[in-house]
């Protein structure tokens, strides 16, 4: 498997996918291998234990038991209700290799974790507009670790 830094010729937008070949790579984003510029030789990967939506991107990883992701939380956060989600296909796709998840928010810096038991009994699916069917659960039951939270502790003490 290698990755594949691909630009759309006609919309302009960047993907990065893991695929067998450039080929493969155009077909998991929908678009034509005439259509696609490839912006950088691709790189093989090493990782086998990358989780992928349905339509090949890598949205994840399992390590150590514990799949990981990163997103962002303006973006990606469900408002209402109040919810972090993932593709159900992804999710099931990867869930033999995993017992807990653990996603961080790049723009706040927040870590959010929570058993794969508890996602799976409190968990809901959602779908909106035309995005893939999601699997949800409500931020009360994610325990959530604010690494920023300490420092400004840490600065309200001083100022003491």
């Not at 630009?7 to 155009?26: L, N």
């Not at 099931?92 to 038991?117: I, K, P």
Request: proline content about 6%; aromatic content about 10%.
């Amino acid at each position: 498997m290698k990755r594949y830094k691909i630009q759309h010729s006609g919309t302009q937008r960047k993907y990065t996918v893991i695929a067998d070949s450039f080929q493969s790579a155009c077909e998991r984003l929908g678009i034509m291998p005439a259509d696609a510029i490839l912006l950088a030789p691709p790189t093989p990967v090493h990782a086998p234990n990358l989780v992928y939506s349905a339509s090949g991107q890598v949205i994840g990883e399992v390590s150590g038991r514990v799949f990981r992701r990163r997103f962002k939380g303006s973006v990606h956060m469900l408002r209402k209700p109040p919810a972090l989600a993932v593709e159900k296909h992804a999710y099931l796709q990867a869930r033999a290799q995993f017992d807990a998840l653990e996603w961080v928010d790049s723009e706040s810096g927040r870590v959010y974790t929570c058993s794969a038991a508890t996602f799976e009994r409190y968990g809901f699916e959602i779908q909106r507009g035309e995005f893939p069917v999601q699997l949800a659960l409500p931020l009360r039951y994610w325990a959530v670790h604010d690494p920023h939270a300490k420092q400004q502790q840490l600065a309200l003490l001083e100022s003491v």
